[in-house]
């Protein structure tokens, strides 16, 4: 059932390719335990033992503010077609704002998304697979378009207040710093 390892092989790596979600887990030592799902062509593997993604504007911000205070990070895959399986990738990230020195040598693995706020570089300490069998199958027909219109729609300027309203802290009043490290003076 259950395996472990200390990188990802060549097979897992063609197994997250094929993947449309994933899902983020993060928390410190006394907050809520965050986990958001991700799609959007955002997910890069750079080797075996590190990846990164790209993550856009909405409606909070938790992963940021819990990784600048306890850089723990679970990334999970779940297979809902083909073959049963659960990839969890467990190490330690850290937040790449837009006024950081390797944001651009980061941001050339994307295509680029409306409202990309963040990438996060995870540096992989054990891969985990287990078995899936009582995952439901469930049949991918497209990616949602919404929160990329949304992003167009409010432009850098209105991104930016949103960032101000909305992104400064996590439900837990943790800060993200995400406009001090985002908007250039």
Known sequence: MGKQYEALSERLIEFIAEQKIFFVGTATTDSRVNV??????SFRVLNNNRVIWLNVTGSGNES???VQRDPRMTIMFCSFEGPPLILRLYGAARVIHKNDHDWEELFAHFNPLPGARQIFDLSIDL???SCGMATPYYA?????DLLSDWARRKGDDGLKQY????????IDNIP???VENNVRS
Do not use: C, L
């Open 64 to 66: 940021s503010a819990h």
């Open 176 to 178: 993200t710093h995400i």
């Open 127 to 129: 891969v985990q697979t």
């Open 140 to 144: 991918y027909t497209g990616d949602r």
């Open 36 to 41: 958001s799902p991700k799609g959007m062509d």
């Open 163 to 170: 960032w101000e309203e909305k992104n400064q802290s996590s």
